[in-house]
Nanobody, 123 residues
Framework: VQLQASGGGLVQAGGSLTLSCVDS????????MGWFRQAPGKEREFVAS????????YYADSVKGRFTISRDNAVSTAYLRMNMLKSEDTAVYYC?????????????????WGPGTLVTVSS
């Protein structure tokens, strides 16, 4: 698994962005996927995750109802659609693949961490 997140940028509060995570390896559909973020001066935190088929999704309470995670196994890509963005959503966003039988809500279940993409929300 070799992951590359993209799609970040500067957006006004209330706006939308869609992040993409492309897996250049050959086992994308074998793994659940997750999105995480790290704001300046804060620890990395869970944002959303999705199982291998895409049928089951999980969200942090802070983004529930605003963000949508999805995946297209045919093009080895996971997405994070972010609506109604807030200034507190400003962070570097990372994607990672899930391994093993751990929780879909735990960062410990996910690796490797590809390069992140910066999302800046201006108020």
């Amino acid at each position: 698994v070799q992951l590359q997140a993209s799609g970040g940028g500067l957006v006004q509060a209330g706006g939308s962005l869609t992040l993409s995570c492309v897996d250049s390896g050959r086992t994308f559909s074998d793994n659940g996927m997750g999105w995480f973020r790290q704001a300046p001066g804060k620890e990395r935190e869970f944002v959303a995750s999705i199982n291998r088929s895409g049928k089951n999704t999980y969200y942090a309470d802070s983004v529930k109802g605003r963000f949508t995670i999805s995946r297209d196994n045919a093009v080895s890509t996971a997405y994070l659609r972010m609506n109604m963005l807030k200034s507190e959503d400003t962070a570097v966003y990372y994607c990672a693949a899930k391994y093993g039988f751990g929780s879909y809500l735990s960062m410990d279940s996910f690796h490797p961490w590809g390069p992140g993409t910066l999302v800046t929300v201006s108020s």
